[in-house]
């Protein structure tokens, strides 16, 4: 094991890699955000000591007002088209708690390098998963590196490279092929293969950036919370959100007190926040004018289900209920991906069938490479996956001896033939 080279690694291999993949623009607003963010930090944590309690609560109010405002700018104007608006969610939602948390208590100022590498953590920086400072800063003091541990990051990064990319690139193509479709022209089956393309396309590309962010910081001693559990497999819509992008949820509930899928006792304060919370993870997730209106629609099955439909629903085979949650998760994730929503209620005249000249069936999209990633794509994201851990476990012995021989490969190479040349010289010499 090697210790205390976390940071290094993590700044100059994966920080090199991204910073020429991201461009100029990106890494210069990073460093200008996180300088600010540190230096608005200093000034919480001093009021903090000077201020009362509720004048301190209202600067703070302030500031965190302040950059949800900016993400929400951001993510409706996107002045930067070739940034994804996620980097800009990873960055405010990190920022926001490294602010809460110093004014808390629960974070210090006195390690400018730990608060700007937490800031702008370069691996989760697509998608996260998010973390808090003082897990993160304490990683860094007093991490490892570990073979087993590489391995199992280089399982987990080419793992998410192929959900992300080839699986979920896949079949993000087939359903930008049917949403670019006018809808009157789509069948009642194309428009719900293209709504199912979504919906599979969005969790394995979320959930495969988060397994290339959680593989790159095993592979240089970090540990990420897993940040998806299968939610497709969930019974209900409030268990869903629970498995959907848990730290995101978390992160709502501990930081913005906006429990999306909590247990509280239903009131219209709680609607509210719950609508609320919606209208971010819709920002989040890219949407555009329609993020309101997809706040509304979940919103309204989670105070559905806690006002008795989750108790009747519960009663019914479990076959049932999982139907039920894709079929209210798909509808929600058309609202999303449809350009408006005008486009959206045209599109969903077409899933029910009131098309009267339909043109395009779903057998023009279904390609053989589209069957192949819906296959893979509906494999992953079902209830098989837990099955198969004990192969995972043999995929990660496997890639540590591949490693290990490659280092044995490498070290004679290097050495071998110095070796060779010095056991010789003596002989020469006598």
């Not at 209208?279 to 309101?292: D, K, Q, R």
């Not at 979940?298 to 008795?308: D, K, N, P, Y």
């Not at 439909?309 to 509808?331: G, K, S």
Request: charged residues 15%.
């Amino acid at each position: 094991m090697v210790r205390h080279v976390p940071v290094i690694v993590l700044w100059l291999i994966i920080g090199g890699g991204a910073w020429a993949f991201l461009g100029r623009t990106l890494p210069a607003l990073l460093v200008a955000f996180s300088g600010t963010t540190y230096v608005v930090a200093l000034m919480l944590q001093r009021l903090r000591a000077r201020l009362s309690g509720s004048m301190g609560e209202r600067v703070l109010l302030v500031a965190v007002s302040a950059y949800l405002a900016l993400f929400a700018a951001l993510s409706l104007t996107r002045p930067f088209p070739e940034i994804a608006p996620l980097v800009f969610g990873v960055v405010v939602c990190h920022a926001v708690a490294y602010l809460v948390d110093v004014f808390r208590g629960e974070a210090e100022t006195n390690r400018p390098l730990h608060a700007a590498l937490y800031l702008v953590q370069l691996p989760v920086l697509i998608a996260g998963p998010l973390s808090r400072y003082h897990e993160f800063s304490a990683q860094l003091s007093a991490s490892t590196v570990k073979l087993g541990a590489f391995a199992y990051g280089v399982r987990r990064v080419v793992t998410g490279l192929i959900k992300a990319v080839l699986v979920g690139g896949t079949l993000a193509g087939a359903a930008d092929a049917i949403f670019a479709a006018p809808p009157d022209r789509l069948t009642s089956g194309a428009a719900w293969l293209g709504a199912a393309l979504f919906g599979l396309q969005v969790y394995l590309q979320f959930s495969g950036y988060c397994d290339i962010a959680i593989g790159a910081g095993r592979m240089v001693g970090l540990r990420y919370f897993e940040n998806f559990r299968r939610p497709y497999t969930a019974d209900s819509i409030r268990e869903f959100w629970r498995r959907w992008n848990v730290t995101l949820i978390t992160w709502l509930r501990d930081y913005l007190h906006l429990p999306i899928a909590g247990q509280d006792r239903p009131t219209v304060r709680l609607y509210g926040n719950i609508v609320a919370g919606f209208c971010f993870v819709g920002l989040w997730h890219g949407a555009g004018a329609s993020f309101l209106v997809w706040g509304l629609y979940c919103g309204s099955w989670l105070a559905l289900e806690a006002t008795g439909l989750r108790v009747r629903i519960e009663r019914l085979p479990r076959a049932i209920r999982h139907a039920y949650v894709i079929a209210v998760v798909t509808v929600g994730w058309v609202i999303l991906r449809a350009p408006s929503l005008v486009h959206a209620a045209a599109f969903f005249k077409s899933m029910i069938g009131l098309n009267p000249r339909p043109g395009l069936a779903a057998t023009a999209f279904l390609t053989t490479a589209v069957w192949v990633a819906l296959a893979v794509g509906a494999f992953a994201a079902g209830p098989l996956v837990p099955s198969i851990s004990r192969w995972r476990v043999s995929v990660d012995a496997a890639t540590t001896s591949v490693l290990m021989m490659c280092a044995a490969t490498g070290l004679f190479l290097w050495r071998g033939p110095s070796m060779v040349l010095r056991s010789i010289r003596p002989s020469h010499e006598t």
